[in-house]
C-alpha cells in the first residue's frame, strides 16, 4: 500500500526507520503522487523532489518528475532500491507484525475474492512473492503461488508490459481484465499497439484501482 511504500521510501532517501512517526505532511505530498510509480527505484525520484521543493504545482512536479526519469541516476537510484528491498524484507522476516498492519486490504478486494469463484487470477507486482502470498492468505484469496509474479520474476521480462504481452498470448487468452494502481502502466498499456488489438480480440478493459492483477477464464 502507498503507507507502507512511504516508509519505506522514506527510510532509504533519508534513513528514518520505518516505525517512526509518518510525517503527515510529506506523506500527503507523497500519496498524490503514487499514480506515478511503475517501479519502486521511481520512489527516488518522488521523494527527491519532494525534499528539495522546487516545483510549482501538479503539472510542474510531473514535469520535473518525468525529466529525472528519463535522465536518471542509475547509481543514486539502485542504491536507494536496494536499500529499499532490503528493508522490506527486513520488516517480513523480523517486524511481521508491523509489516502487515501497513497494508489493508480495499474494499473493492471483497469483489474480487467473489470474482475469483468464476475467473482465474494473475497477479503481477514489483513486490516480492512472498509478500504477496503472505497478504492473499491473510485476508483470504485462495491463489496459486505460480500465478503470482513479483519482482523477482518480472526481471526476467523487464516489465509488466511484456510480461502480460508473453502470457496471454502464450496462454490464448480471449478475454480477460486488467487492473492496475499505476496511471503511467494503465497508459502505457493502454496506447501501445499490441494492447489495442488485444482491446479487440481479447476484450481487455483497463482501469485503475490496486495492483496489477489479471483476471481471466
Known sequence: TVLESYLLARYAFKGIAPQKIVEEKEYSIFH???YLITNSWHYYYIFKLIIDGNYI???DFEKKYYSYINNRDKNADLKFDKLFQEKRKDLINNHFEFWNKLDKPYPFFEEI???SKNFNILIVSTKNEEAILKHCKDYGLNIKEENIMGKNKLNDYGSKKAFLEYYINANK????????DSISTIKICSNLNMWQSMMCSHNIRFISLLFAILLFK
Not at 487468452?173 to 492496475?180: G, K, T, V, W
Open 32 to 34: 498524490s503522487f503514487r
Open 57 to 59: 504545482d501538479t503539472k
Open 113 to 115: 475474492k467473489n470474482i
Open 173 to 180: 487468452i480471449e478475454d480477460s481484465l486488467f487492473i492496475d
